[in-house]
């Protein structure tokens, strides 16, 4: 059996004739940036994450640029964050100039370790990007008591967390800023790159409007330097009718989860949900000894079941940030995490049959 770990297909097949039509129309009129589709999926997503204003922009990455840039963030400024995901939390915070802080994660939830984050305060710190890994929400309670003491802004990577919530509201409504990530694979994806700033603050919305459009306030007339980074109409469209279907989506993730929980624990660590939280498994990751990871995954691929690891060096170890002067053993969570960590198949489309065939191989394995 053959079983890739995400299947993008199935949903373009599933929404064929809507996404078609509505691809086939924006064609038509070639009105192909900021239109109304851009506009009416800004007021959708702002809606859906309970949120005054959502800011689409070209990538997740740009987000949590822009983001950065319109709370001021730059040169000489310091951005804590956890070491524990992609390279685009970091590289964000390095683009605008900032200098990341990485701070250990918890072992349990693979997020940002909130006890750990007030040691690494220093007066140059701006600002905390949580990040939400897998979709598993940080502890929004204490990262925000942490920030309102130390006068830190807070942004959301949301990027893997779309839908998802910590007591009860959405993840993404939290911060002075909620990013996400519409890239093919998330759990809201596009037909390519595109993204999106969510926040309640009138005055950051502006300013973001105006950095994704060359900080112009009307044509030619350019009140800040800015970017050209905007989120276009077709993508608008085929997110709006996709969205209508994520709830469905996020249970059947869920579901999925449950079964592999069941069927799984005892024999490796199955994801421990944050207090509070709603997980919307992005991916499901389990836990096994450092000498079986690496066998395991082995076998799984052999078998046809695709299986990878998220992520396999933390981002303090990554060659281009050699000049923070970390050495193995600084964040050791992380790096353990690192090690001992694998991604099984999970997507809304997953069949039991297929997903049985993946637990048997894992057990297998394991016993
Ligand atoms: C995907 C992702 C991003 C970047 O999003 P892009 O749309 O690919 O630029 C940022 N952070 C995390 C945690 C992600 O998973």
Request: hydrophobic share 40%.
């Amino acid at each position: 059996m053959k079983i890739p770990i995400m299947d993008l297909g199935f949903q373009y097949r599933q929404l064929k004739d809507d996404i078609d039509n509505a691809i086939k129309e924006i064609a038509q009129a070639s009105r192909f940036v900021l239109g109304k589709e851009t506009r009416d999926f800004e007021r959708d997503m702002a809606n859906y994450c309970g949120v005054k204003y959502a800011v689409g922009v070209a990538s997740g990455t740009d987000a949590l640029i822009l983001s950065l840039t319109a709370l001021g963030i730059k040169d000489g400024d310091e951005v804590i964050t956890t070491p524990f995901t992609f390279m685009a939390t970091a590289e964000a915070i390095s683009r605008v100039g900032a200098k990341p802080v990485f701070v250990d994660i918890d072992p349990r939830t693979y997020n940002i370790d909130p006890a750990k984050i007030k040691k690494a305060v220093t007066p140059r710190a701006k600002a905390i990007i949580a990040v939400h890994l897998y979709g598993n929400p940080c502890d929004m309670d204490d990262i925000s008591k942490i920030a309102k003491q130390y006068k830190l802004k807070v942004i959301e990577d949301a990027a893997q967390a779309i839908g998802a919530t910590y007591k009860g509201r959405k993840i993404g409504s939290f911060g002075d800023a909620g990013c996400l990530s519409f890239f093919p694979s998330k759990n809201l994806g596009a037909f390519g790159d595109a993204g999106m700033v969510l926040t309640g603050n009138k005055h950051i919305a502006e300013e973001l409007r105006l950095l994704r459009v060359h900080g112009s306030v009307s044509k030619y007339r350019h009140t800040v330097i800015g970017f050209n980074s905007r989120l276009d109409n077709i993508q608008a469209a085929i997110l709006s009718i996709k969205l209508r279907k994520l709830d469905a989506w996020t249970e059947k993730r869920i579901k999925l989860a449950g079964r592999y929980d069941s069927t799984l624990k005892g024999i490796a660590a199955t994801p421990r949900v944050q207090d509070g939280g709603k997980h919307v498994y992005h991916l499901y990751i389990i836990r096994v000894k450092q000498a079986e990871r690496d066998k395991l995954l082995g076998l799984l691929n052999e078998n046809g079941i695709e299986s990878r690891v998220y992520y396999p060096v933390p981002l303090h170890l990554q060659e281009c940030y050699k000049g923070l002067g970390h050495r193995d053993g600084d964040l050791p969570e992380a790096e353990t995490a690192a090690l001992e960590t694998l991604a099984l198949p999970l997507f809304p489309e997953l069949g039991i049959k297929e997903q049985n065939y993946v637990i048997e191989k894992v057990r297998e394995f394991l016993k």
